[in-house]
């Protein structure tokens, strides 16, 4: 799915909280003020074990490929790296995910 998992890194981005052991994903209702006051400020997404720890992940430091393998050893996972894309385009498309490309050279 990404062009190369190696040189891609991905760094959350919008609000979100913790409740216990999971991330709770904020998006707000609308943009207009005067709706969130009557419907609420935010939709709250709610994230797995498995989705929590892959947000905890995306600092930026990672790349895609290095996330997936962190997360196929934490859960016994067959084909981490598809799963994880899937998830990352996921969050992309919600605007909660940011891609960086790392060029060859740069720390």
Same mark, same amino acid.
């Given at each position: 799915? !990404?062009?190369?998992?190696? *040189? @891609? &890194?991905?760094?959350?981005? %919008?609000k $979100?909280? @913790? =409740?216990?052991?999971?991330? /709770?994903?904020l998006?707000?209702?609308? *943009?207009?003020?005067?709706l969130?006051?009557l $419907?609420? =400020?935010?939709?709250?997404?709610?994230?797995?074990?498995?989705?929590?720890? /892959?947000w905890?992940? !995306?600092?930026?430091?990672?790349?895609?490929?290095?996330?997936a393998?962190k997360?196929?050893?934490?859960f016994? !996972?067959?084909?981490?790296?598809? *799963?994880? =894309?899937?998830?990352?385009?996921?969050? &992309? *498309?919600g %605007?909660f /995910?940011?891609?960086?490309?790392? @060029?060859?050279? =740069?720390?």
């Open positions: 799915m !990404l062009k190369d998992p190696e *040189r @891609i &890194y991905p760094l959350r981005k %919008g $979100w909280e @913790i =409740e216990g052991d999971h991330v /709770v994903l998006k707000p209702k609308s *943009r207009f003020k005067i969130r006051l $419907w609420g =400020e935010n939709f709250r997404i709610h994230l797995d074990e498995r989705g929590s720890f /892959v905890n992940l !995306l600092d930026g430091t990672l790349s895609v490929q290095e996330i393998r997360l196929g050893e934490k016994s !996972l067959e084909d981490p790296l598809d *799963r994880t =894309e899937k998830f990352l385009s996921t969050l &992309y *498309r %605007g /995910v940011e891609f960086m490309e790392k @060029i060859e050279g =740069e720390t």
